[in-house]
């Protein structure tokens, strides 16, 4: 999972970019490999919620009423299970698969069963006994466009496409490029429990698409930083993506909200439908 674009805000500022620390790291590893540990975890503590993870969970299954108790979901990529346990609790039978296994772990202590179950692998390619498997799948929390060649994203639709059964659908959460651009945040701060503050420097390449956050932190526990980036689409753009593995994208909404997108829109949530 990666982190949305909305977050508690303290400051906005212009600030001169530096030379990221572990850019030759980072050339040899991508840093989806790595990122989604403990760190992670306690960076993004305050957007964490189970309160609002469950409105979360309300929204989609009120946009999922079409499918019966014991539908088949997955949750792709899962994290720690904020969706996926909640989705199970609801009556879905539920699978979730994540790269992190440090996640993958935090997920599974939530508890499992017969009813959800947790498997770690690659998006790009997922198992092959799944195909035509899930009434759903969700993708959440801008957890897309991670990767270098942006192939690679059509790839992890075309596998999302291919898990699910004929009329299945696929619900998808993220930035909307649009509207981070229309009020872009180049750097906030805030505070976590323990007292460990977090700041995060941000810049956007209109070229490749990508949105490069430097986090920095500094508290109880010791001080550090490190950088990630993600690849950010238009509404339009990403529904072409869809369209071309044969996911017909049939509504848009302004993040969790009924509202429906607006260009403006920071965050939105579609709904695109196998063919």
């Not at 992670?40 to 409105?55: A, I, M, N, S």
């Not at 079409?66 to 994290?79: H, I, N, Q, T």
């Not at 772990?105 to 069963?113: L, S």
């Not at 291919?162 to 805030?190: I, N």
Request: charged share 30%.
């Amino acid at each position: 999972m990666s982190p949305s674009p909305r977050r508690p805000s303290r400051n906005a500022a212009k600030a001169p970019r530096p030379e990221p620390n572990g850019a030759k790291a980072s050339a040899l590893t991508p840093w989806w490999q790595t990122h989604f540990d403990a760190q992670y975890l306690h960076e993004y503590e305050p957007l964490f919620d189970l309160v609002q993870d469950r409105r979360e969970v309300a929204r989609l299954v009120e946009l999922l009423a079409e499918f019966p108790s014991g539908s088949r979901v997955l949750d792709c990529p899962c994290g720690q299970g904020r969706h996926a346990h909640l989705l199970a609790e609801t009556g879905f039978n539920v699978d979730g698969l994540d790269y992190s296994e440090e996640l993958l772990k935090v997920a599974r202590k939530r508890g499992t069963g017969k009813n959800l179950r947790y498997t770690q692998g690659d998006m790009r390619k997922l198992p092959s006994k799944w195909t035509g498997r899930f009434s759903v799948v969700v993708d959440l929390f801008t957890s897309f466009g991670f990767f270098d060649d942006p192939a690679d994203d059509r790839r992890v639709l075309a596998e999302f496409a291919r898990v699910l059964e004929p009329g299945g659908v696929l619900v998808w959460h993220g930035g909307s490029r649009d509207g981070v651009m229309a009020r872009f945040l180049t750097r906030d701060w805030w505070s976590t429990a323990d007292g460990t503050v977090f700041g995060q420097e941000r810049w956007f390449d209109p070229l490749s698409g990508f949105l490069e956050v430097q986090s920095t932190w500094r508290g109880p526990k010791g001080a550090g930083e490190r950088t990630h980036r993600i690849r950010l689409y238009t509404a339009s753009e990403l529904a072409e993506r869809m369209r071309e593995v044969g996911l017909i994208v049939e509504q848009s909404f302004e993040a969790w909200s009924e509202k429906p997108l607006a260009r403006r829109s920071s965050e939105m949530l579609l709904i695109a439908r196998k063919e």
